[in-house]
């Protein structure tokens, strides 16, 4: 299969569009709900989007109907997106709060289907007596920063879990998330990416006090197969210098935020490296 580009945009679209648009709820180090509270680690953080895109090849979508994954009428044709500005738009105008989609990596065309079947009976028979652990899949501290919570199927979402187990049962698919759990204090999901290992690799936020508010900093993480499941491989990479410019409540109210966001993130992830 051809390396595809999606993880490195998709980081792109959750700090140029979702970050700037859960800031403005920023209060205390963390976003909050119309409440006023923090975000549960086991809900949905509903100031941004998220979404799931399944990556293959021309047949992508054939397999998927096979398998049950989406039905055969939920395909509305193919929208070319051959570069960053291109995923951007679509991604934009076809985004809701949850959006599923359909990536053909050797065309680079994606498509919008109504409706992912988290549950398929085809898929569940196909992995009937597998060996399939999402503890092996994915890494100890993949829900709660401190490792405080297993993983395990009962505490992971539904299409983290389909996820987990489509590129078990075909290694050669990519799958792509930006979740609305949320991770870490900040309240905000992460950006995944699972292959046949498992979690290939994840970005996340962190809201970093300082003497006068918060550095929002931006994490990825890459992992490599190991004898019990998978591991880190190397350390955190922190993207971009910006603790000198911290985040404070009226900092969201103020124009150009989103070039601000821009700025304090750049450099971007070397798409060709990680992918």
Same mark, same amino acid.
């Given at each position: ?43 949905? +953080? %509903? #100031?941004?989007? $998220?979404?799931?895109?399944?990556? &293959?090849?021309?047949?992508?979508? /054939? ?60 898929? +569940? %028979? #196909?992995?009937? $007596?597998?060996?399939?652990?999402? &503890?092996?899949?994915?890494?100890? /501290? ?134």
């Amino acid at each position: 299969m051809s390396h595809d580009p999606l993880f490195g945009w998709l980081v792109d679209f959750h700090i140029e569009r979702n970050l700037p648009r859960a800031l403005r709820f920023f209060r205390e180090g963390s976003i909050r709900d119309d409440d006023g509270n923090r975000y549960r680690l086991d809900g949905e +953080n %509903e #100031r941004y989007y $998220g979404a799931i895109i399944i990556s &293959d090849g021309e047949n992508i979508a /054939d397999r998927l109907v096979r398998i049950e994954v989406i039905h055969s009428d939920a395909i509305d044709g193919y929208t070319a997106i051959p570069t960053r500005e291109a995923f951007m738009g679509y991604l934009g105008e076809n985004l809701n709060r949850d959006g599923s989609f359909v990536y053909d990596s050797v065309n680079r065309g994606i498509t919008r289907v109504a409706k992912v079947n988290n549950e398929p009976k085809a898929l +569940n %028979e #196909r992995l009937k $007596g597998s060996d399939l652990r999402f &503890d092996r899949r994915l890494p100890p /501290d993949f829900i709660a920063e401190d490792g405080s919570i297993e993983v395990k199927r009962t505490n992971l979402g539904l299409k983290t879990q389909l996820a987990a187990e489509l590129t078990y049962a075909f290694p050669d698919m990519r799958i792509y998330q930006i979740k609305r759990t949320p991770y870490g204090g900040l309240g905000m999901g992460k950006v995944t990416q699972f292959s046949g290992q498992g979690l290939l690799q994840e970005f996340f936020f962190r809201a970093v006090p300082e003497k006068e508010g918060y550095s929002i900093l931006g994490i990825h993480r890459q992992y490599e197969p190991h004898e019990d499941g998978i591991r880190q491989a190397g350390g955190d990479r922190i993207m971009g210098e910006y603790a000198s410019m911290p985040y404070t409540p009226d900092m969201t109210k103020r124009p150009g935020l989103a070039d601000r966001v821009r700025m304090l993130f750049r450099p971007a992830i070397p798409y060709a490296a990680t992918l």
